[in-house]
């Protein structure tokens, strides 16, 4: 993905020779880089292989490494299970929420605070506050605030007589995590929007509107597709963090009631850390690297190609 | 007896440093008195009266042997398990922890994390009941000492069974849904359970399996990981047909056991008639809510008609301490002060535990409790909490899938192939 | 004139949007500040409303126990450390992959960025085994050393995209007048990067302060955890006691808000800058 960066404009710096000669320059070049490659090959990339390793055996995680091989059984096992197909459903639903849902609201509201209104410091300060909050705090906070019995949601919304079961129903908890997400995440694609929007020159809006576009023809015709690299940098950050989702779902449900709001990574630290079954949730963590890389991939090849500038990361965007 | 030395080793180095101020350095050389010792204990009992009674007893074992140091860590208990989990795959045990025995002590067992302590309480193995020592003894090895033993059974509020016309707690099953519906039909919430924790439900399941199949059926069932026969169906199908009444409060499926609106703070509260917990269940309803009082009754789970189960089968728990590998010694002398007559009588006392002592009976003096230990006392065969009895990955499957059988998601068939085909995978 | 009269009727819907949005991201927040002053009893009954006696016990619980400050101070130390760790190890190879060609350079570097790719939650259980083996468990540095290893790959490509900006004049000129390579890294390129640094490190305090998943599966003893593992456990420990958990909430809440509330500029524009530029 950031390859992308190491464009045309790579060839632009042979650098002047440093003092010291041929074998000193070798020698500054390892010394500066060893220490970074050491740390990256041991803990990044080793890992990642010896998950490979140890998702085609039977292993319960106790002693040295395993040694009951069993094929590619824990894959056939993950693909034929129903609560793994519900991990995909899950990931689906909150994507398709995320992109149509949470992404417009955030557009809209950056495109709101971008006009002259009064306080809009204030908001843009208030709405970014939630994604500094850790996980655990948001999601403590939200298993208090939507707990059926006593949260105060429910005190809430029952002077309207719309109470809700919100975490606690198989069929409301989608929603209510979402709603969670939303509270937390919304408000840094917001940021994101609107630096995208302060780099439009606004004399492209103006000629627009000078030529009588109305205010929505305006956004569709002009700021949009402005916008586009934007997008499709959160929409991809909204993917990749969706599917790797762990720490809020777990604070919340723990992927309940019963799994209808488990993901992938909850699945992978029940059965690795909870019963014992290290090979099988290896399986799993392989088969959720597959899937983020290739999205990125696809992503980058068929979306992003356009943006050369748009260059991103995963770990910002959660 | 390695981290002892390593201790001492620290002390001496420590006093180096401070010996230049011309103090002498403390307990070393002082005749013999043994070096500094801390003692790593872990349990879960968060809840009265056991949380202060336990924390007195650490400082009492203190008192005994000033050399000794002990660092609890008080965990509740999803956590506790969580946490232990994660420490013994890494390799590691605390000093001193809480165990429920079966084959998660066997798992640790197997790892060499859990200390054989047979030749340390050879001396006082004699004073302890065989049933509650029996979760500790492995291959003929004791590996830990019991602190509690119970049994299983429904705590109700007798109050609200009057309300309903209930006068005497059901004896059989099909007498227990009769009431089931009697409650309902009086707007009495019948039953409260924890969805989200997903152990209480399982306690359904496993009783009915007793009841139905037979306590042998369910032994054998684990040796040769098949639960798809016809017995184990039919107790799914009074799991649904339970559920199927809707007996249990709002919002059960998210509820957890002893948070606010949680299973036990329903029943303590008179939210709802009855809940199938353990012998605990009367210390933990009076910290999670108002707590019933003399409204507080207990009735055994119920015989099932035609089952090959016999109706005084217990089902149930307790706890006990085990010892770590690299324990210091006084990590087992810290486990027979835990149980000596005197100290683990006090908390009989206290109405947190039971007896596991010969004898002790008299020191029970809840009279729900003196039921309960008079059940387990004359308890023809006894099963362990299936999650603690059977490894990790099976234990936790009997416990998801029931969940999902009692949220409907799952068929009593399905639930004992999904069992069956975890209990393959562990080999 | 009449312009400005027809703007100002139009934006009171706006107002009233922003105002809604507004009061639904800050209720949470305003709830569990005052919640925290509340009896458990009157939370049910009075969620909003001022509380009728202020209770401070709950409060003052949290700042008198050891364990929270033990956890501030740990997911502090942490937090700093990986800090320089990551910054450290980053500038020196983005100094490399910037200013030096050489062969194998392109491969090397697109090693570091595929690292983007490989989501943390992945390799959590792996991770484990091999702190394990490294007997890393229980330790800060196991922890740090994860951390510092998953920043690299988005650190270095902030930085050395700062450090080609730097025209080679300013090389050339250090190097005549005697600078080594760790010379003019040092001397010169460090102190000019000092935007991007700031940058990268907001990402790597916060990510280190909010992070949950490694903390939990590397810390089991009370001693090393962090603020997140304390509220978890917190949580499950006064179950019954909303109040008192929505007080730790809120002091947990106080360094996060607080260095939000002093740095914002830097921190909203690293964390936006993170994820989107690099």
């Keep these: 993905m950031t390859t992308l960066t190491t464009g045309p404009e790579a060839v632009r710096l042979p650098a002047p020779a440093p003092a010291g000669g041929r074998r000193g320059r070798w020698v500054s070049i390892a010394l500066f880089l060893l220490p970074a490659l050491a740390l990256f090959l041991l803990l990044v990339v080793a890992p990642m292989l010896v998950a490979l390793y140890s998702s085609v055996f039977r292993w319960n995680g106790f002693g040295g490494l395993p040694t009951d091989f069993i094929g590619l059984d824990n894959f056939t096992r993950l693909f034929t299970s129903e609560i793994f197909a519900r991990d995909l459903w899950h990931l689906l639903v909150l994507v398709v929420l995320s992109v149509g849902v949470q992404l417009p609201f955030s557009l809209a509201i950056a495109m709101l605070l971008n006009q002259r209104l009064r306080g809009r410091a204030l908001y843009r300060v208030v709405f970014f506050a939630p994604y500094v909050l850790s996980e655990v705090i948001t999601g403590v906070l939200f298993s208090l605030i939507l707990s059926p019995d006593s949260g105060m949601a429910n005190q809430v919304l029952s002077v309207f007589g719309l109470e809700s079961e919100w975490l606690a129903n198989p069929d409301t908890v989608m929603p209510s995590l979402f709603l969670v997400m939303t509270w937390k995440y919304f408000g840094f694609h917001m940021m994101i929007y609107l630096a995208g929007r302060q780099s439009i020159p606004n004399e492209l809006v103006e000629a627009a509107q000078i030529d009588g576009a109305t205010a929505w023809k305006t956004f569709r015709y002009v700021t949009l597709p402005l916008l586009g690299p934007t997008i499709r940098i959160s929409v991809f950050l909204s993917v990749i963090y969706t599917i790797q989702l762990f720490d809020l779902v777990w604070i919340l449900t723990g992927g309940g009631p019963s799994h209808a709001s488990e993901t992938m990574a909850v699945t992978m630290m029940d059965w690795g850390f909870k019963r014992s079954q290290v090979g099988y949730a290896s399986a799993i963590s392989v088969v959720m690297f597959a899937l983020s890389l290739v999205f990125a991939l696809v992503y980058q090849r068929f979306v992003l190609r356009r943006d050369l500038e748009g260059a991103m990361t995963s770990q910002g965007g959660r | ?427 | 004139m009449n312009h400005g009269k027809r703007r100002r009727r139009t934006t009171l819907p706006l107002h009233a949007i922003a105002l809604v949005v507004g009061v639904f991201m800050i209720m949470p927040v305003f709830y569990a500040l005052l919640g925290g002053f509340k009896e458990n009893s009157e939370l049910s009954a009075n969620p909003f409303g001022l509380p009728e006696t202020w209770v401070i016990a709950n409060y003052t619980d949290v700042l008198g126990s050891g364990s929270f400050w033990r956890q501030m101070w740990n997911s502090m130390f942490i937090a700093v450390i990986t800090t320089v760790v990551t910054v450290a190890l980053s500038a020196l190879a983005a100094f490399v992959f910037a200013r030096f060609a050489f062969r194998g350079r392109e491969l090397y570097f697109t090693l570091f960025t595929a690292g983007l790719m490989f989501p943390f939650a992945v390799a959590i259980l792996p991770i484990f085994v091999l702190l394990r083996t490294l007997g890393l468990l229980d330790n800060p540095l196991g922890v740090i050393l994860t951390q510092a290893a998953f920043g690299l790959p988005l650190t270095i490509i902030i930085l050395r995209g700062f450090f080609r900006g730097i025209p080679g004049e300013i090389e050339e000129a250090a190097t005549i007048d005697g600078c080594t390579p760790f010379g003019f890294f040092w001397r010169i390129l460090l102190p000019m990067a000092r935007p991007a640094i700031a940058t990268v490190s907001v990402l790597a305090i916060v990510g280190s302060w909010n992070n949950f998943m490694l903390p939990l599966v590397v810390f089991s003893e009370e001693a090393s955890w962090t603020l997140p593992l304390g509220i978890q456990q917190f949580q499950g420990q006064y179950a019954s006691d909303t109040a008192r958990i929505l007080a730790y909430l809120v002091l947990a809440m106080v360094p996060a808000l607080g260095f939000y509330a002093v740095a914002e500029r830097h921190l909203v524009g690293g964390l936006t800058a993170g994820a989107t530029k690099g």
């Design chain 2, 1 to 427: 007896m390695k981290r002892s030395l390593v201790s001492a080793a620290a002390v001496l180095l420590l006093a180096g440093c401070s010996g230049s101020g011309g103090e002498p350095a403390p307990q070393q050389g002082a005749g013999g008195s043994p070096a500094k010792v801390t003692l790593e204990w872990w349990h879960l009992s968060t809840a009265e009266p056991l949380k202060s009674l336990w924390a007195r007893r650490a400082e009492q074992f203190e008192a005994k042997y000033p050399h000794v140091t002990i660092e609890a860590t008080v965990l509740e208990n999803e956590a506790y398990k969580a946490k232990l989990t994660t420490l013994t795959q890494s390799g590691k045990a605390p000093d001193v922890f809480a165990s429920w025995g079966g084959g998660v002590l066997q798992q640790q067992i197997d790892a060499g994390l859990v200390k054989d302590i047979s030749g340390d309480v050879s001396a006082v193995l004699p004073t302890f009941t065989p049933a509650a020592l029996s979760a500790y003894q492995v291959d003929g090895k004791t590996y830990g000492l019991p602190t509690d033993i119970g049994l299983v059974g429904f705590w109700y509020n007798k109050k609200l069974f009057e309300q309903a016309g209930i006068t005497q707690p059901p004896a059989t099953w099909s007498a227990f849904l009769d009431d089931v519906k009697k409650l309902k039909a009086a707007g009495v919430t019948p039953i409260a359970l924890a969805g989200k924790e997903k152990w209480p439900g399982h306690y359904y399941w496993a009783y009915l399996a007793m009841r139905i199949a037979g306590l042998d059926a369910l032994k054998q069932a684990a040796v040769d990981h098949d639960f798809t026969k016809p017995d184990f169906v039919a107790a799914g199908q009074q799991v649904k047909a339970l559920a199927d009444l809707q007996p249990f409060q709002k919002g059960f499926l998210g509820a957890a056991y002893s948070t606010p609106d949680g299973q036990s703070a329903t029943v303590s509260n008179g939210k709802a008639a009855m809940e199938l917990m353990g012998q605990w269940a009367p210390s933990v309803q009076t910290s999670s809510g108002k707590g019933l009082g003399e409204d507080l009754g207990f009735f055994p789970f119920p015989a099932v008609e035609g089952g090959k189960g016999q109706a005084g089968d217990a089902f149930g728990g307790g706890g006990g301490l085990t010892v770590g590998a690299d324990a210091p010694k006084e990590a087992v002398d810290f486990v027979t002060f835990m149980t000596e007559m005197g100290n683990h009588s006090e908390a009989v006392g206290s109405g947190g535990v039971l007896p596991v002592l010969k004898g002790e009976e008299s020191a029970v003096k809840d009279p729900n409790l003196k039921q309960v230990a008079t059940l387990l006392a004359s308890a023809v065969g006894y099963q362990l909490y299936l999650d603690q009895a059977y490894p990790p990955a099976v234990g936790q499957q009997v416990n998801d899938s029931v969940a999902e059988l009692i949220a409907g998601t799952k068929t009593p068939e399905e639930v004992g192939a999904d069992i069956t085909e975890v209990a393959k995978s562990e080999g």
